[in-house]
């Protein structure tokens, strides 16, 4: 079950949300939650059979660029336009050091050259001359050196700098910027050159509100100098783990802060004592520190805290009651911690709460009894927990929850129709392996559903003439072992389906191809749909989280429909079921490994139809 | 083609184009001109004057909105920009959100 393990590790991101609030992404579908994740940035879907018609001005630039060595300067266009340009030759990648120069006194607002290669000190003289125009700037992973970076000290409107993991920023260079006083915005991750002593350029920048220095090694006791930093509203230390208790004391004045990002560091319970008068505290996140529950007692001083991370902190079941005294969360997460029922008699009056995570606590059935006044709640996770059926009941009353996780949990059928009345319901995860048809059979009335995961589960053929009942299903995993190409035939009805999961079941053949391509025939105009048969998902976590990425710019940019990664690997798919792929024009990525296909056969279908396949297997 | 379905842009020199209205309403420029109420005279007349836009210019723009059209129903074919005047046309786009 590569799977199972591949999706425990994406419940780190957690504080990436928190700030959306509760949403979908809590849940632990992996592949539900990319989707979210990635359709959760601004996209525009067009309606099907219209074509997006390119602007006269995308064509114009567009031959700019094409042509691009018959402009020696855009000086005398308006910056508006040589802004678009500029952006226009980022995003295709036709930037060049010599192109660069046609920018020359431009007044460019933006720079964003984050991770754009080759970019290094001989660039920073044309970025310069845009003067005060210049706003925002983003050389991350270029090979800038503080002598580059110096040039920007004449850019005196500069509000937001990125220089993150820049290995050639030193100290030295930092104290160029300490004179760009309308900086609101800087970060430097993973920048092992920034020192305590460097930090006091930091001292100069009264409007700052968002200090990044995640992953920084070096930068212990150098807080005392960003101690009158009045506006800051945001820190992130993620992952440094040099910060000390002492470091908290010099932030402990920093009354406008909103945020507060430590996971990962070596914070103890001392160090947050420094933290109570942090009155406009909204977001703690704490995963992975070295806090107790002792902690608490200066947490609940927070009096607008609302987002709460002590995931992963080892947590016991003592001093759990200081729970109590932090009214004010809508988030909690306290995933991966030794707490037991015990802990959760203490979250009883924390009737705010719309987010709870308890994925692999030590809780069981009578502590849920606990939960049934949190009548708020969207979102509960319970994953690998010792839950079974006859908790369930405590969950029938909390009818606002549209996001359930009872994956790896004792949950059987026979407890499954307490969740029929949960109608709110748009994503629940059943991935257990004694979960069967006749579970399925108990939740037809949960028709919101959205998001469906029966990874695990023992679902057969007859099993997927529940899934009618499912009209709004948008991706279902079922890759249980027990569907042959009859139950595939139930689930090409689905109507709004963008992502299927049916990797493990090693009786598809050449049919199930067939149907899903017919599908696409059928809802090509009409709907949305990836297909996703994953069976090594253990190696392809990454990989399928990219393609995810990759299909949502697919959407935004070819329209509609658009099979992006196809992986049918482990069933009794051949050469001549390939065929059928041919509508599938947007396939990125195509996994055919153990089947009976040939590299040499995949390689003619790419040719041939398959224009923008970039990856498969056999290769 | 009835009057009122047409409508006239006239370029710098006082060259004189009649057009569709539909594709002159490609223009999101020229479609507050045509539409907001009671304001433009360009809207009574179905006249609009573009005193800084040369005529080969308008005729190439003149050309992009009837291609716009095709385009969005489903004729994709592909448009042609000569190069010297590729910067003109982008400043004369800009003005009429085009």
Same mark, same amino acid.
């Given at each position: 079950?590569?799977?199972?393990?591949?999706?425990?590790?994406?419940?780190?991101?957690?504080?990436?949300?928190?700030r959306?609030?509760?949403?979908?992404?809590?849940?632990?579908?992996?592949?539900?939650?990319?989707?979210?994740?990635?359709?959760?940035? *601004?996209?525009?879907?067009?309606?099907?059979?219209?074509? &997006?018609?390119?602007?006269?001005?995308?064509?114009?630039?567009?031959?700019?660029?094409?042509?691009?060595? $018959?402009?020696?300067?855009?000086?005398?266009?308006?910056?508006?336009?040589?802004? $678009?340009?500029?952006?226009?030759?980022?995003?295709?990648?036709?930037?060049?050091?010599?192109?660069?120069?046609?920018?020359?006194?431009?007044?460019?607002?933006? #720079?964003?050259?984050?991770?754009?290669?080759?970019?290094? !000190?001989?660039?920073?003289?044309?970025?310069?001359?845009?003067?005060?125009?210049?706003l925002s700037?983003?050389?991350? /992973?270029?090979?800038?050196?503080?002598?580059?970076?110096?040039?920007?000290?004449?850019?005196?409107?500069l509000q937001a700098l990125t220089?993150?993991?820049?290995?050639?920023?030193?100290?030295?260079?930092?104290?160029?910027?300490?004179?760009l006083t309308n900086l609101t915005s800087l970060s430097?991750? @993973?920048?092992?050159?920034?020192?305590?002593?460097?930090?006091?350029?930091f001292?100069s920048l009264i409007n700052l509100e968002k200090l990044d220095l995640?992953?920084?090694?070096? &930068?212990?006791?150098?807080?005392?100098?960003i101690?009158g930093l009045s506006k800051l509203e945001s820190l992130n230390?993620?992952?440094?783990?040099?910060?000390?208790?002492? !470091?908290?004391?010099?932030i402990?004045?920093l009354n406008n802060l909103k945020e507060l990002q430590?996971?990962?560091?070596?914070?103890?319970?001392?160090?947050?004592?420094?933290?109570?008068?942090?009155?406009k505290l909204v977001m703690?996140?704490?995963?992975?520190?070295?806090?107790?529950? /002792?902690?608490?007692?200066?947490?609940?001083?927070? =009096?607008?805290?609302?987002?709460?991370?002590?995931?992963?902190?080892?947590?016991?079941?003592?001093?759990?009651? @200081?729970?109590?005294?932090?009214?004010?969360?809508?988030?909690?997460?306290?995933?991966?911690?030794?707490?037991?029922?015990?802990?959760?008699?203490?979250?009883?009056?924390?009737?705010?709460?719309?987010?709870?995570?308890? !994925?692999?606590?030590?809780?069981?059935?009578?502590?849920? +009894?606990?939960?049934?006044?949190?009548?708020?709640?969207?979102?509960?996770?319970?994953?690998?927990?010792?839950? /079974?059926?006859?908790?369930?009941?405590?969950?029938?009353?909390?009818?606002?929850?549209? %996001?359930?996780?009872?994956?790896?949990?004792?949950?059987?059928?026979?407890?499954?129709?307490?969740?029929?009345?949960? %109608?709110?319901?748009?994503?629940?995860?059943?991935?257990?392996?004694?979960?069967?048809? +006749?579970?399925?059979?108990?939740?037809?009335?949960?028709?919101?559903?959205?998001?469906?995961?029966?990874?695990?589960?023992?679902?057969?053929? %007859?099993?997927?003439?529940?899934?009618?009942?499912?009209?709004?299903? $948008?991706?279902?995993?079922?890759?249980?072992? /027990?569907?042959?190409?009859?139950? #595939?035939?139930? &689930?090409?009805?689905?109507?709004?389906?963008?992502?299927?999961?049916?990797?493990?079941?090693?009786?598809?053949?050449? @049919?199930?191809?067939?149907?899903?391509?017919?599908?696409?025939?059928?809802?090509?105009?009409?709907?949305?749909? =990836? #297909? #996703?048969?994953?069976?090594?998902?253990?190696?392809?976590?990454?990989?399928?989280?990219?393609?995810?990425?990759?299909?949502?710019?697919?959407? +935004?940019?070819?329209?509609?429909?658009?099979? =992006?990664?196809?992986?049918?690997?482990?069933?009794?798919?051949?050469? !001549?079921?390939? *065929?059928?792929?041919?509508?599938?024009?947007?396939?990125?990525?195509?996994?055919?490994?153990?089947?009976?296909?040939?590299?040499?056969?995949?390689?003619?279908? $790419?040719?041939?139809?398959?224009?923008?396949?970039?990856?498969?297997? *056999?290769? | 083609?009835?009057?009122?379905?047409?409508?006239?842009?006239?370029?710098?020199?006082?060259?004189?184009?009649?057009?569709?209205?539909?594709?002159?309403?490609?223009?999101?420029?020229?479609?507050?001109?045509?539409?907001?109420?009671?304001?433009?005279?360009?809207?009574?007349?179905?006249?609009?004057?573009?005193?800084?836009?040369?005529?080969?210019?308008?005729?190439?723009?003149?050309?992009?909105?009837?291609?716009?059209?095709?385009?969005?129903?489903?004729?994709?074919?592909?448009?042609?920009?000569?190069?010297?005047?590729?910067?003109?046309?982008?400043?004369?786009?800009?003005?009429?959100?085009?």
């Open positions: 079950m590569g799977g199972v393990c591949s999706r425990k590790r994406d419940q780190q991101v957690v504080e990436d949300g928190m959306r609030g509760v949403s979908g992404r809590y849940g632990k579908s992996g592949s539900s939650k990319w989707l979210l994740t990635s359709f959760s940035r *601004p996209m525009v879907v067009h309606q099907p059979g219209l074509a &997006i018609c390119p602007s006269l001005m995308e064509l114009c630039i567009d031959k700019i660029c094409e042509d691009i060595n $018959q402009y020696s300067s855009f000086t005398m266009l308006p910056k508006d336009i040589s802004q $678009q340009i500029f952006n226009k030759l980022v995003l295709s990648h036709l930037l060049t050091d010599v192109f660069l120069q046609k920018f020359r006194d431009c007044a460019l607002e933006d #720079v964003w050259l984050g991770e754009y290669p080759g970019v290094q !000190d001989s660039w920073m003289d044309v970025i310069s001359s845009q003067g005060t125009s210049l700037v983003d050389l991350s /992973g270029s090979d800038v050196t503080d002598i580059g970076l110096g040039l920007l000290k004449e850019c005196s409107s220089f993150n993991h820049c290995e050639n920023i030193s100290e030295i260079g930092l104290k160029h910027i300490s004179g430097f991750k @993973k920048s092992a050159a920034i020192t305590a002593e460097g930090m006091c350029a001292s995640e992953r920084c090694t070096g &930068i212990h006791g150098g807080f005392v100098h101690k230390i993620r992952c440094c783990k040099c910060i000390t208790d002492l !470091d908290l004391k010099a402990s004045g430590m996971s990962n560091s070596n914070i103890t319970d001392f160090g947050l004592s420094y933290l109570r008068g942090l009155h703690l996140n704490l995963e992975g520190c070295n806090v107790t529950a /002792g902690c608490l007692d200066s947490i609940s001083a927070l =009096v607008a805290l609302a987002f709460l991370n002590l995931g992963r902190c080892g947590l016991t079941d003592d001093g759990c009651d @200081k729970f109590s005294g932090i009214e004010s969360l809508k988030v909690l997460n306290l995933a991966f911690n030794n707490i037991t029922d015990a802990c959760l008699v203490h979250l009883k009056g924390l009737t705010n709460l719309e987010s709870l995570n308890l !994925d692999s606590c030590k809780i069981g059935d009578e502590g849920l +009894a606990n939960l049934t006044g949190l009548s708020l709640l969207k979102s509960l996770e319970l994953s690998d927990t010792e839950v /079974g059926s006859s908790g369930l009941r405590h969950l029938s009353g909390l009818t606002h929850l549209e %996001t359930l996780n009872l994956s790896f949990t004792l949950v059987t059928d026979s407890g499954l129709k307490k969740l029929s009345g949960l %109608t709110a319901l748009k994503s629940l995860n059943l991935d257990a392996r004694q979960i069967t048809d +006749a579970g399925l059979s108990a939740l037809t009335s949960l028709t919101g559903l959205v998001h469906l995961d029966l990874f695990g589960a023992r679902i057969s053929d %007859t099993g997927t003439n529940y899934l009618r009942c499912f009209k709004n299903l $948008q991706s279902l995993e079922i890759c249980g072992g /027990g569907l042959t190409d009859a139950g #595939v035939k139930n &689930i090409k009805d689905l109507p709004s389906l963008t992502l299927l999961n049916l990797s493990q079941n090693c009786n598809l053949t050449n @049919k199930s191809l067939e149907l899903i391509s017919g599908m696409f025939c059928l809802i090509f105009s009409s709907s949305r749909l =990836v #297909v #996703v048969f994953s069976v090594f998902q253990l190696s392809c976590f990454y990989e399928r989280c990219a393609l995810v990425m990759d299909f949502a710019f697919c959407v +935004a940019n070819a329209g509609l429909n658009a099979l =992006v990664s196809l992986n049918v690997s482990n069933s009794n798919i051949t050469n !001549d079921g390939l *065929p059928y792929l041919k509508p599938l024009k947007n396939l990125r990525s195509l996994s055919l490994e153990s089947c009976k296909v040939t590299a040499a056969e995949i390689k003619k279908l $790419q040719s041939s139809a398959l224009p923008n396949l970039v990856s498969f297997r *056999p290769e | 083609m009835k009057k009122e379905d047409t409508v006239k842009l006239i370029s710098a020199e006082g060259m004189e184009f009649v057009i569709d209205k539909e594709a002159a309403m490609v223009s999101q420029t020229i479609r507050n001109m045509l539409t907001s109420p009671g304001g433009f005279a360009e809207a009574e007349h179905g006249e609009v004057t573009f005193p800084e836009i040369s005529a080969v210019i308008l005729e190439k723009i003149c050309q992009y909105f009837y291609w716009s059209l095709q385009y969005s129903r489903g004729k994709e074919t592909e448009f042609h920009i000569e190069p010297e005047l590729t910067l003109e046309l982008m400043m004369a786009a800009n003005y009429l959100h085009t």
